[in-house]
């Protein structure tokens, strides 16, 4: 079993419509949760980060963290063309020998039409 | 800009063939990562320096080294490319190895291999 879990996709909404991604983790020592978005030919880049469960809200992003369920969430509301990407969700856990180390899930294709 | 460069971009090699890899930064960061990501697959971490502190990741491949000759620059070697290490080879660097947004990764923009 992957310790994230992503489902790749792909994913195409009409612009403005409310885009919801998800994750799962199996590992509960994680503490630490992200989202990377990756363009074409690009780097990913930090797009979202959440320490423990809760909600954190930045403009049209809102990432949400169940750590009960061991869930991650992205939320990006009124989508744009521009948010045509691939969504990586990523996990860390700061102590043990996993020091350094994100474990990213395999990321999910977004296309966004006019 | 400071930023994270790779080069090359695309890079086609024999099976077989040693082939390196180059990653720099303007950054002046402490730390570089090399990633692999394959295909609609997640990156996947192969080692990292922290200063001139080299950790290798327990399930990388022995055909896999780098090397960091100083902060600004680190190589990824690959002795005996086999068809399998064909992907997407991401550098990447951060302050510390933390994830708080401060010591965010900040990625280039990979260099594609291609085994033939």
């Known amino acids: 079993q992957k310790e994230v879990e992503q489902d790749p996709g792909p994913l195409s909404v009409p612009e403005g419509a409310i885009v919801s991604l998800n994750c799962t983790y199996s590992n509960s020592a994680f503490q630490y949760f992200m989202w990377y978005r990756q363009y074409s030919r690009k780097g990913p880049e930090l797009l979202m980060y959440t320490y423990s469960s809760g909600n954190k809200e930045d403009g049209r992003f809102t990432a949400q963290v169940d750590k009960s369920s061991k869930y991650i969430s992205l939320f990006i509301r009124d989508s744009q063309p521009s948010d045509s990407a691939t969504y990586l969700c990523?996990?860390?856990?700061?102590?043990?020998?996993?020091?350094?180390?994100?474990?990213f899930g395999q990321g999910t294709i977004l296309t966004v039409h006019p | 800009d400071a930023m994270v460069i790779q080069n090359p971009r695309y890079q086609v090699t024999q099976f077989g063939k040693p082939v390196t890899l180059s990653c720099s930064q303007t950054l002046n960061h402490n730390v570089m990562y090399w990633y692999q990501q394959k295909s609609s697959q997640a990156p996947k971490l192969l080692f990292h320096?922290?200063?001139?502190?080299?950790?290798n990741e327990a399930d990388t491949p022995d055909n896999f080294q780098s090397r960091r000759p100083n902060t600004s620059f680190c190589f990824l070697d690959i002795r005996s490319p086999g068809l399998g290490d064909a992907a997407m080879y991401l550098c990447?660097?951060?302050?510390?190895?933390?994830?708080?947004?401060?010591?965010?990764?900040?990625f280039g923009p990979g260099t594609r291999l291609l085994v033939l």
């Open positions: 990447a660097t951060s302050r510390a190895p933390s994830p708080r947004p401060q010591e965010t990764q900040y």
């Open positions: 320096y922290y200063d001139k502190d080299f950790n």
């Open positions: 990523a996990c860390y856990n700061a102590g043990g020998t996993s020091y350094g180390k994100l474990t």
